[in-house]
Nanobody, 120 residues
């Protein structure tokens, strides 16, 4: 059973930084793209950043220049470095990965979500 487990969330003041991690557990044969999404209260879930297995990234306009997505393929882990945080970044953050599991097929897995709160 593959699971994605997020860590690193919490509360921070505006202008501060946090680093989110998302580790895959279970038997993972390979991983294609990995991504971070977020959902603020009363809003739809939105893509924050994504990264391919080759390292190509795609960031939402709202986080360009402030957030950086990266991955460690040896550890099956994706990271989100968040700098210059703003109150509007407050949301539950979810990691997402396209994983080939023991079925030998790719399936999209989601983490359980982790809260990030930015306030003075």
């Amino acid at each position: 059973q593959v699971q994605l487990v997020e860590s690193g969330g919490g509360s921070v003041q505006p202008g501060g930084s946090l680093r989110l991690s998302c580790a895959s557990s279970g038997i993972v044969l390979s991983i294609n793209s990995m991504a971070w999404y977020r959902q603020a209260p009363g809003k739809q879930r939105e893509l924050v950043a994504a990264i391919t297995s080759g390292g190509t990234t795609n960031d939402a306009d709202s986080v360009k220049g402030r957030f950086t997505i990266s991955r460690d393929n040896a550890k099956n882990t994706v990271y989100l470095q968040m700098n210059s945080l703003k109150p509007e970044d407050t949301a539950v953050y979810y990691c997402n990965a396209d994983i080939r599991d023991l079925s030998f097929k790719f399936h999209v897995y989601w983490g359980q979500g982790i809260q990030v709160t930015v306030s003075a």
